[in-house]
């Protein structure tokens, strides 16, 4: 038996039951009515806005691909690489996992379209680099502006280690962009070469990238109640903190583990309005969008089958 093949899915089992049984603990005395009540608390301009910030983070991720497509220069129809970005995204999210898991859609979708096993490999890594360098970039600046956010999880203060922190993570992305401006030499790993992006690619992905993860926020922060609400930026860095422990966990969904960060990072607000506010997230991000996603994967197979691809 490939104990290697069994590993990462245990502990993401691991990592559910865990943070569940946390999350248990720190909602004991809160019923399902009470979450309801706090769902049905959320006003109708709340839930469009929610949507809305929805749309527009599934809408950058889509920008990842056009970003690596025109890193790798080939020319794939927008509506296509649109489909094919949202479906990657919406299963990968929800199973974790999300590269590898990504990269077979990737390979399945973009393979019919002429594109070949190292070009779809340079196309996932630079997807992958994106939201990296978006996270960092984001990071840095969260640090920077709201340091007291690492106050929420130490219960210490550590703010000048929080300011150093961002400053060190932007200079990071500063040398990324200066490393570009040199036209540094590709990476060769055996017979892959991933080429250093240009600076237009770079500017691309420092515009595009940050999108998806401020309006991914956006969801959570819009659905919140306004009684103790800390402020988008401070939403911002919770949720960060939050989904980038969720993707370590590798728990499918980071289900429990999001949720328990996330209510470690505001517990001076309402944890029946921070709850609601997450599911919401869950429905706009997660179940919806994969929920369409398995529609356009059926639909995509049964056109190729028809094709006498499949």
Request: glycine residues 10%; charged residues 10%; neutral net charge.
């Amino acid at each position: 038996m490939n104990w290697r093949r069994y590993f990462w899915p245990v502990i993401g089992i691991a990592a559910v039951a865990f943070s569940l049984w946390l999350l248990i603990h720190e909602l004991r005395g809160i019923s399902l009515n009470d979450v309801w009540t706090g769902i049905a608390a959320i006003p109708p301009r709340s839930w469009v806005l929610a949507a809305l910030s929805s749309v527009v983070a599934y809408a950058a991720l889509a920008g990842y691909d056009h970003i690596a497509l025109l890193h790798i220069g080939k020319k794939v129809s927008w509506l296509f690489v649109t489909l094919c970005s949202f479906t990657t995204y919406a299963v990968s999210h929800n199973i974790g996992g999300s590269v590898f898991s990504g990269a077979v859609i990737r390979y399945r979708a973009y393979a019919t379209r002429g594109l070949t096993g190292q070009e779809i490999g340079v196309l996932v890594a630079i997807c992958w680099f994106t939201f990296i360098l978006s996270s960092v970039f984001l990071g840095g600046l969260v640090l920077l502006l709201e340091p007291q956010v690492i106050d929420r999880f130490t219960g210490a203060p550590h703010h000048g280690a929080a300011f150093a922190a961002g400053v060190a993570m932007l200079i990071l992305v500063g040398a990324y962009v200066f490393g570009s401006w040199l036209g540094l030499r590709p990476l060769k790993i055996g017979s892959f070469q991933l080429h250093y992006p240009a600076l237009p690619i770079v500017a691309r992905q420092l515009l595009i990238g940050p999108v998806e993860l401020l309006a991914a926020a956006a969801i959570i922060y819009f659905a919140l109640p306004e009684a103790g609400n800390p402020g988008y930026f401070v939403v911002l860095g919770v949720f960060m903190v939050s989904f980038s422990i969720g993707l370590l966990s590798h728990a499918p969904g980071a289900l429990g583990v999001f949720e328990v960060v996330f209510l470690t990072g505001l517990s001076d607000m309402d944890p029946v309005g921070v709850l609601a506010a997450l599911l919401v997230f869950r429905l706009f991000y997660l179940i919806i969008p994969l929920v369409i996603g398995l529609c356009l994967v059926l639909f995509f197979e049964h056109s190729q089958y028809s094709k006498g691809e499949g």
